[in-house]
């Protein structure tokens, strides 16, 4: 009989520490076929590490292995954990030959820890610059099973798509000493130091109580929150508003709706938020002026510059006119004040404005126009007027300097406001 020598009993395999383990058969080390869970490169590092150093499951894995699956891990795919194999490249980042790494890729996919997503060959695909180039092969990480029951994950769905959802709990504890790889939400842990509760049934202490201060009392809020009372809030808009009532969401959303129409047609409010527009505008919208009225009352103006806060300028403006006194649209010769500045002590100055004649002979002039003037004049002939009057706007300035109410009911108050400025600067017509 042929006597070994002493090298043979060295290569002998040293059996598996646990014999219940067998390595995953090739039929199953596919993606569509694996039993192991997919998972991202760097829990997939952490499993290879504990399968390899510490559980010791293949018998032939050992730190070589550890060297491919870092270097995998470094080049994988952070989302869906796959690799290329790239077995020459491989073989020279971790200083092995290429039967040395093809032996420990196999030993990955016999712990369950790789997958074949594509499978290399020879068939050259022709790339453009390249003579020869061959089909690449694909490894997707996996974590097998062994892993998650060692840890104590549950696992829900099965083969690659499944998911670590928790935690197995025994009593009042969780199985395994960590939990690698995922985040456990709703698993009781044991207080520090408590042992007692780690048996089950035993009432000998009670947990650890978290905090000693009470949570009964209401939380104070401060500061400028989305909560602050609205009994506050409602006196603070009240107050700004100048004492108007609350406006509801559905008017706000119409303000700023009307002032995303207006902003467009006046060019010196075109820097302003939406919100802060709708808000100065409130005044105005109130008192019925629809989109045009609103950017013919503001074109009225006469801006030749750009306020640095439309918002605050409009407020300003409104303000002082309301403000203004009531006789100030009323002709000097009607004013009960400058009727007759040659006048002595002696002139009859009532507080009534309806008893002083200047007064009375205007209202008088007004209401002889507006039956016989006003009254004939129709809605086309508005029209007509308002879109063919433009190039005319000396003309328009005319009538207006003699008769501005009149003006205003023929032309509006937009093509008024624009013949007058054109007139005020000087322009002349080509």
């Given at each position: 009989?042929?006597?070994?020598?002493?090298?043979?009993?060295?290569?002998?395999?040293?059996?598996?520490?646990?014999?219940?383990?067998?390595?995953?058969?090739?039929?199953?080390?596919?993606?569509s076929?694996?039993?192991?869970?997919?998972?991202?490169?760097?829990?997939?590092?952490?499993?290879?590490?504990?399968?390899?150093?510490?559980?010791?499951?293949?018998?032939?894995?050992?730190?070589?292995?550890?060297?491919?699956?870092?270097?995998?891990?470094?080049?994988?795919?952070?989302?869906?954990?796959?690799?290329?194999?790239?077995?020459?490249?491989?073989?020279?980042?971790?200083?092995?030959?290429?039967?040395?790494?093809?032996?420990?890729?196999?030993?990955?996919?016999?712990?369950?820890?790789?997958?074949?997503?594509?499978?290399?060959?020879?068939?050259?695909?022709?790339?453009?610059?390249?003579?020869?180039?061959?089909?690449?092969?694909v490894?997707?990480?996996?974590?097998?099973?062994?892993?998650?029951?060692?840890?104590?994950?549950?696992?829900?769905?099965?083969?690659?798509?499944?998911?670590?959802?928790g935690?197995?709990?025994?009593?009042?504890?969780?199985?395994?000493?960590?939990?690698?790889?995922t985040r456990?939400?709703?698993?009781?842990?044991?207080?520090?130091?408590?042992?007692?509760?780690?048996?089950?049934?035993?009432?000998?202490?009670?947990?650890q109580?978290?905090?000693?201060?009470?949570?009964t009392?209401?939380?104070?809020?401060?500061?400028?929150?989305?909560?602050?009372?609205?009994?506050?809030?409602?006196?603070?808009?009240?107050?700004?508003?100048?004492?108007?009532?609350?406006?509801?969401p559905?008017?706000?959303a119409?303000?700023?709706?009307?002032?995303?129409?207006?902003?467009?047609?006046?060019?010196?409010?075109?820097?302003?938020?939406?919100?802060?527009?709708?808000?100065?505008?409130?005044?105005?919208?109130?008192e019925?002026?629809n989109?045009?009225?609103?950017?013919?009352?503001?074109?009225?103006?006469?801006?030749?510059?750009?306020?640095?806060?439309?918002?605050?300028?409009?407020?300003a403006?409104?303000?002082?006119?309301?403000?203004?006194?009531?006789?100030?649209?009323?002709?000097?010769?009607?004013?009960?004040?400058?009727?007759?500045?040659?006048a002595g002590?002696?002139?009859?100055?009532?507080?009534d404005?309806?008893?002083?004649?200047?007064?009375?002979?205007?209202?008088?002039?007004?209401r002889?126009?507006?039956?016989?003037?006003?009254?004939?004049?129709?809605?086309?002939?508005?029209?007509?007027?308002?879109?063919?009057?433009?190039?005319?706007?000396?003309?328009?300035?005319?009538?207006?300097?003699?008769?501005?109410?009149?003006?205003?009911?023929?032309?509006?108050?937009?093509?008024?406001?624009?013949?007058?400025?054109?007139?005020?600067?000087?322009?002349?017509?080509?």
């Amino acid at each position: 009989m042929r006597r070994t020598s002493g090298a043979a009993p060295s290569r002998v395999s040293h059996p598996c520490p646990d014999s219940r383990w067998q390595p995953v058969p090739a039929s199953i080390q596919e993606v569509s076929t694996t039993a192991a869970r997919h998972a991202q490169p760097r829990a997939w590092l952490r499993a290879v590490v504990w399968l390899v150093e510490e559980a010791r499951l293949h018998p032939k894995a050992g730190e070589a292995t550890l060297r491919v699956a870092r270097d995998l891990a470094r080049r994988m795919d952070y989302i869906e954990g796959t690799v290329l194999y790239d077995l020459d490249g491989t073989a020279t980042r971790c200083a092995l030959s290429r039967a040395t790494v093809k032996r420990h890729v196999a030993y990955l996919r016999e712990l369950g820890c790789l997958a074949w997503a594509r499978h290399g060959s020879r068939r050259n695909l022709r790339l453009p610059g390249r003579a020869y180039a061959g089909t690449a092969t694909v490894y997707v990480a996996t974590i097998p099973y062994a892993y998650d029951r060692a840890h104590g994950h549950r696992v829900g769905g099965r083969g690659f798509r499944a998911r670590v959802v928790g935690a197995r709990v025994v009593g009042a504890r969780v199985v395994g000493a960590r939990v690698v790889g995922t985040r456990v939400v709703g698993v009781p842990v044991p207080p520090a130091g408590n042992t007692e509760v780690e048996r089950p049934g035993c009432r000998g202490r009670e947990p650890q109580s978290l905090d000693a201060r009470s949570r009964t009392g209401a939380v104070e809020m401060r500061g400028r929150l989305k909560n602050t009372p609205r009994s506050g809030a409602s006196a603070r808009t009240t107050a700004r508003a100048g004492g108007s009532a609350r406006r509801s969401p559905m008017q706000v959303a119409a303000d700023i709706r009307i002032a995303a129409h207006v902003r467009p047609l006046v060019p010196w409010t075109q820097g302003e938020g939406l919100r802060r527009l709708a808000h100065a505008l409130r005044p105005l919208i109130d008192e019925g002026l629809n989109t045009h009225d609103l950017a013919a009352e503001l074109t009225s103006w006469w801006l030749t510059w750009r306020p640095a806060d439309p918002a605050a300028y409009i407020t300003a403006r409104l303000r002082d006119r309301a403000s203004a006194s009531p006789y100030d649209d009323v002709p000097a010769d009607a004013h009960p004040q400058t009727a007759d500045p040659t006048a002595g002590p002696t002139t009859d100055i009532t507080a009534d404005p309806t008893g002083n004649p200047a007064w009375q002979a205007w209202l008088q002039q007004r209401r002889t126009a507006t039956e016989f003037g006003e009254d004939r004049r129709t809605d086309d002939d508005r029209r007509h007027a308002r879109l063919y009057s433009w190039d005319r706007w000396e003309e328009v300035a005319a009538h207006y300097a003699t008769d501005p109410d009149d003006a205003l009911d023929l032309y509006g108050t937009r093509l008024c406001a624009y013949a007058v400025k054109r007139a005020s600067i000087g322009c002349r017509r080509p």
